[in-house]
């Protein structure tokens, strides 16, 4: 299975440029509340991978009728990619 995740990285990197990110993580004003930092936009990334990748593999294992994944690499070290698994596990 391959995976190219360039358009998902091309559309973050583009709302770095967005009026409302806000680079150091502070507020302009008192009344600057609609922003979003560096650490918004990578925790999100990460969230919309992970989630992507454990809907690819559930689609690829119910195509194949594979009961058993193996996931290896820094992906694999990852705790919210174990935590989908359960889940993944305890609804098939």
Request: charged share 20%.
């Given at each position: 299975m391959d995976v190219?995740?360039?358009g998902i990285l091309t559309s973050t990197e583009a709302l770095t440029l967005d009026k409302r990110f806000r680079s150091n993580g502070m507020?302009?004003?008192p009344d600057d509340t609609d922003f979003f930092t560096p650490a918004?936009?990578?925790f999100s990334l990460q969230e919309t991978?992970?989630?992507m990748l454990v809907e690819i593999?559930?689609?690829a294992m119910a195509h194949i009728?594979?009961?058993e994944v193996l996931i290896v690499g820094?992906?694999?070290c990852k705790w919210h990619i174990w935590r989908s698994r359960v889940i993944l596990k305890l609804v098939r």
């Open positions: 190219s995740l360039s507020a302009i004003g918004d936009l990578c991978v992970f989630a593999t559930e689609r009728g594979s009961k820094g992906v694999g």
